[in-house]
């Protein structure tokens, strides 16, 4: 059982690009969830899905969207990258939304 | 509203003495806590969570807390520390508020051990 993966694992990125990150759980969790660590501010959630087909905006969604079509998959899209995006990415699923999260291993993005 | 905050920044211990990391929080009903860990460049992994059943939690490698509500504090121990604990460790407290879950993470402690 791998749990969850992500996808890259790092990536240089020029500003003004297209990027989706991608986050996979093989548990069945209802609930998937976009943090973003940042040194001195600890980690934001981005974006969050409760279940499939249903998605919701959290503390930073600006320049960001997902999607979530099935219960494996919840992609991190940037239309548009820019430098203040430098960050490091962490997708985590629970069981349901008030349930413990867990967390994949991270995607360390830097735009430039 | 809830909030967490972490008492050290920094701790440095010697391998095999005691770790003693600080988390006190505040929160308007009887909250969900969390202690993760994260080594470096890697993912946060679970260490324990407190849901107001026992107060004294006991999670992985050795790690507990203890949940004292007349102090507002949900310190992390362990009894000797060893080399591989040297991470950072988050205290969370969660609130469910506005259709999901939210964690409320501190802001770290760095912890290093020393031989």
């Known amino acids: 059982i791998a749990g969850i993966t992500q996808a890259p694992t790092s990536q240089i990125l020029a500003a003004g690009r297209r990027m989706t990150l991608r986050c996979t759980q093989d548990?069945?969790?209802?609930?998937m969830y976009w943090y973003r660590q940042d040194l001195g501010l600890g980690l934001r959630l981005i974006h969050y899905?409760?279940?499939?087909?249903?998605?919701g905006k959290g503390e930073v969604p600006d320049g960001y969207s997902v999607s979530r079509a099935n219960t494996d998959d919840f992609p991190l899209t940037l239309a548009s990258a820019v430098p203040s995006q430098t960050s490091v990415y962490f997708c985590?699923?629970?069981?349901?939304?008030?349930?413990?999260?867990?967390f994949g291993p991270g995607t360390r993005l830097l735009v430039l | 509203a809830q909030s967490v905050t972490q008492l050290d920044s920094h701790v440095s211990v010697s391998e095999g003495t005691p770790v003693l990391l600080r988390c006190n929080y505040s929160?308007?009903?009887?909250?969900?806590l969390f202690w993760y860990v994260q080594h470096p460049n890697k993912g946060l992994q679970l260490l324990l969570k407190y849901t107001s059943a026992a107060t004294l939690v006991k999670g992985i490698n050795g790690f507990e807390a203890e949940f004292k509500k007349s102090e507002t504090s949900f310190h992390l121990t362990k009894p000797s520390a060893h080399m591989s604990d040297a991470a950072e460790y988050f205290c969370v407290v969660s609130a469910f508020s506005g259709g999901y879950n939210k964690l409320i993470f501190g802001a770290g402690t760095r912890l290093a051990v020393h031989p």
């Open positions: 899905s409760n279940t499939a087909g249903t998605t």
């Open positions: 548990m069945r969790h209802n609930a």
């Open positions: 985590a699923s629970s069981v349901s939304a008030q349930e413990t999260q867990y």
């Open positions: 929160s308007s009903y009887s909250p969900s």
